[in-house]
Structures are given as C-alpha cells and as structure tokens.
C-alpha cells in the first residue's frame, strides 16, 4: 500500500556471551529495538530483569514478578515516546534518523513536568487490586495530609527536600500525631516518590535524606493464660462469639484478621508424617498483605473454632464482620473474661514522652493476636525461624520487635542457671 508507515517496536532480554554461563544467576539488560524505514535503532532501557521473569512472547515481564506492572508500565511508555517522535518529525519534514530520534526522546524527557497529585492519584488506581483496603486508605490519608499541608499547591518532585518534609513533620505533629504515625506517613511518601523516580518521572534523592525514627514500645500481647481465659468464657449474643474466636484465632495461628476473614474450606490441608503420629492439620494461605505463601499448623483450640463454625458460610471459614465491630466488641469480652491485668503503654510526640496504664481488656485488638502467639512460641523455646516461616516475617524482624518481652523467661532462666 503506497505512503504505508511500516514500523515496529520490539523488546528482548541481552544475550551477549557473557550472559550464556548458567552459574552466572544475574539480571539482563532489557533491550530496545525500533525498526522504521528499513533502519533499526538498538538501544539499552536502563532496565534489567532475570531470563526467568521474562516473557518473550508479550515481550514483558511476566504479571506474577513483583513490580511487573511498573516495569512493563516504563517499557509502554518508551514505546508510545518512540512511535510519537518518530511522526513529530515526519509532520516536521524532518529526516527521520537513529540520533534525531534519541535527540527527541532526551528532549522529551528532560522538558516533561509531571504533576505530583495527579500521578499519586493515578498510583492509587494502578495499585486499587494489588494493595489490601487498609493500605490503600493509609495511603490516600498520607495524600490527603501532605496536601492539605501545602495548601493544595502544586508542586515539583524536584522541591521534595528535607526542610519540606521537616515542616510536614511539625504539621503532623500539631495535629496530634505520634512520631510512630508521622513515621508512617513520611514513609508512605517516598515509597510513592521511589516508584515515580522508577518510572523516570524526576531524578530527586534529597528526600531520602529525611527520616523520623520509629520508636519500638512495650510490646502488647496476652498470657497463654488469658487466651484460656477468653476460650472458656460464657458468652450469650452471637456477636461476641464471633469476636471472641475471630480474636482467638489470630492467637492461636498468628494469621492478620484480613487473613483470617479471608480463610476457605479448601485453604485447610491433611498432612501426614513418618516420625509424628496421627493426621495433623494446616492453614495453607497467601497473605493479603506481603503476598507470602505460608503454611500454618493449626492448634486443637484453633480446629474447635474452626468446627464451630464449619458450613455457617457458603464461601469462608470464619464469621464475617467488619474489623471495627470486632475490635470494639472484643474489649467487652475480655472484661467479661475478666482480663483486667495491668498494661503500660508509651508514646512520643516530638521530644515528649506520655505514659498511661490500662486494664488490658481495654487495649485489645485482633492485631495483637499475631505478637501473642509469636510471644508465647518464643517463651515456650519455638526456635525463631520457625516462628517467622509462620508468621511469614524475616526472623530478623521478628527478632527486633519481640527481644525483651518475654520477662518471666528471663528471670526463671537467671534463678535457674547462675544463683548458686
């Protein structure tokens, strides 16, 4: 067909000798490939991905690799900057060549302004089906207060500075926040400006030299005892027993209440064993919140909840309720269970320090169900790792957010090895 435009964009993965020896596990240059007019312009994207996660037949990372969409999201938007230079400089009479090209793409890209609140709004709807509702809800609340704390001013990437994010501090602070929730939040807009810097939005880094410390307080947990305690505790509207083994569940397994709502028939799995005997029972999930798959052994106390509520639902395992009537209703049980132990809580505000004592009934949360059972498998001598593959954490996480909690442990090994 006469004045037909024939052109083509491929991408590929680099397969230079030296990326042929097997031992050498390392990720590849992805490579661009632009064929217009009989010519081929060949150039580096300044991404690398593993031979693995490459799907050579869509010419992308393949959907299941961790940040696929943003990677695939940077190759479209070469692509769709090539075929566009490439008719800019027809309409212009311009000859169309590989430098005039690249010329144009390096213009594009240094002149380009990309409005802040538009892209985080546009990264709240790439990531509406990959994060949980919570997530996205912090997310947007950071939105929300770094706007309000401009004015709604728009903004550069390039103005993101420490002394402005020193002064979004100080606003947080005024409002009442904590340094553990204004940690949150600073950390929440860089993980948004992190992912623009990789897709070639701006070039900034002084924004990673700002940081508020987060402060690791008294870790807040149940006694095996008090589980006990809630377990045999009579109960008479429905409410409170769905909490109550809601809550009790997230003791016993470790599992987030995001897990645990979530949780099918088909997720609970038989295993047997040579050296153990008997069938023993597993929670086979994939975490919401990380993505892990995890593998939970699952207590008798945990398969009684479990029968409880067996065939009550046509799709899950466990009762559904909206997170807040859970935790509201779950302080009402432990006071009926008559969990009213002392519990000292700390928080900072800038420099200072405030220090309240509550029953625990007050205080609980289904999150507290996952630092109890990591707190009683670590007093009971469960090796850390093992709690961790559990729990779906680094044991080194585990490890710095549990040290130090388990204080009748502690003494007891003190009396028992080094008093005379």
């Known amino acids: 067909m006469p004045g037909e435009v024939k052109k083509y964009v491929r991408f590929y993965i680099e397969s230079r000798k030296k990326w042929l020896d097997e031992r050498v596990k390392k990720p590849r240059p992805v490579i661009l490939s632009f064929h217009y007019d009989g010519q081929i312009l060949c150039s580096t994207t300044g991404l690398k991905v593993f031979e693995a996660d490459w799907d050579k037949s869509r010419q992308r990372v393949k959907p299941a690799v961790k940040r696929s969409r943003e990677v695939n999201q940077i190759l479209g938007q070469i692509e769709e900057k090539l075929n566009d230079a490439y ?38 709807e790439i990531h509406k089906n990959k994060h949980g509702k919570g997530t996205l809800k912090s997310m ?49 807009l860089k993980i948004f400006l992190n992912y623009c810097k990789r897709l070639g939005m701006h070039t900034n880094d002084a924004y990673r030299q700002f940081n508020i410390s987060e402060r690791v307080g008294s870790i807040k947990f149940l006694e095996w005892d008090e589980v006990k305690m809630l377990l045999d505790v009579q109960l008479e509207s429905q409410m409170e027993n769905d909490a109550r083994d809601l809550f009790c569940f997230c003791c016993l397994t470790a599992m987030r209440y995001s897990d645990v709502t979530n949780l099918r028939p088909s997720d609970i799995r038989q295993h047997s064993f040579k050296d153990i005997e008997g069938v023993h ?86 999150h507290m169900g996952r630092r109890t059972f990591v707190t009683i498998a670590a007093t009971r001598g469960m090796p850390i790792n093992v709690v961790a593959s559990i729990t779906g954490q680094n044991p080194k996480t585990t490890l710095k957010h549990y040290m130090g909690v388990i204080d009748s442990t502690k003494f007891d090994e003190v009396r028992k090895k080094l008093q005379f």
Not at 116 to 124: N, P
Not at 153 to 179: A, C, D, H, Q, V
Request: with cysteine; net charge positive.
């Open 87 to 124: 008719f800019d400089l027809l309409v212009k009479g311009i000859a169309v060549t590989n430098d005039e090209l690249l010329r144009a793409i390096k213009r594009d890209k240094s002149t380009e302004q990309f409005s802040v609140w538009r892209e985080w709004e546009r990264y709240f």
């Open 140 to 188: 947007k609340t950071s939105y929300n207060h770094f706007k309000l704390y401009l004015k709604n001013r728009e903004i550069r990437f390039e103005e993101i500075n420490p002394e402005m994010l020193s002064g979004y501090s100080e606003f947080l602070l005024k409002m009442g926040n904590t340094n553990n929730t204004i940690h949150g939040n600073i950390k929440r």
């Open 281 to 366: 029972y597993a929670a086979h999930i994939c975490q919401q919140k990380t993505d892990k798959i995890t593998v939970i052994p699952l207590m008798k106390e945990a398969l009684e909840i479990l029968e409880r509520h067996k065939n009550k639902h046509p799709d899950f395992s466990m009762p559904q309720h909206a997170l807040q009537s859970v935790n509201r209703t779950i302080k009402e049980v432990g006071k009926l269970a008559g969990i009213t132990s002392k519990q000292e809580i700390t928080i900072y505000r800038g420099n200072q320090r405030e220090t309240k004592i509550y029953e625990k009934h007050e205080i609980l949360a289904t």
